[in-house]
């Protein structure tokens, strides 16, 4: 059995940005196709634990999230991407509802 931890609330003070991708941060580390980092600031999914369910698709009233290819990951090899980070509105609706808890809503 494999334990997923959830996405790390410090990660922004832990990590580094070391790639920008379709308009958002992308926080190290990243060694595809293993690990993807965490994608976006505010509206940050940690594609190294999201499984790709598009629970957080479904529930942003303000189409935040987009797919993503992420070919050869373990978990899944599509992900939720925050293409839309400045849009969010704060409602917490991802973030609440997502099954590995792979996003954290920072803010700005």
Same mark, same amino acid.
């Given at each position: 059995?494999? /334990?997923?931890?959830? *996405?790390?609330?410090? +990660?922004?003070?832990?990590?580094?940005?070391?790639?920008?991708?379709?308009?958002?941060?992308?926080?190290?580390? *990243?060694?595809?196709?293993?690990? +993807?980092?965490?994608?976006?600031?505010?509206?940050?999914?940690?594609?190294?634990?999201?499984?790709?369910?598009?629970?957080?698709?479904?529930?942003?009233?303000?189409?935040?999230?987009?797919?993503?290819?992420?070919?050869?990951?373990?978990?899944?090899?599509?992900?939720?991407?925050?293409?839309?980070?400045?849009?969010?509105?704060?409602?917490?609706?991802?973030?609440?509802?997502?099954?590995?808890?792979? /996003?954290k809503i920072t803010p700005p």
């Open positions: 059995m494999v /334990i997923v931890m959830p *996405i790390d609330p410090d +990660f922004q003070k832990k990590r580094k940005v070391v790639d920008n991708h379709r308009g958002h941060a992308v926080w190290g580390p *990243i060694e595809p196709p293993i690990k +993807f980092g965490i994608h976006g600031t505010n509206v940050a999914v940690d594609w190294d634990i999201c499984e790709g369910c598009g629970t957080c698709i479904d529930v942003c009233p303000v189409g935040v999230y987009e797919w993503a290819e992420a070919p050869g990951h373990p978990a899944s090899e599509k992900k939720s991407d925050p293409v839309r980070e400045t849009e969010c509105i704060q409602c917490l609706a991802c973030e609440t509802q997502c099954p590995t808890q792979a /996003i």
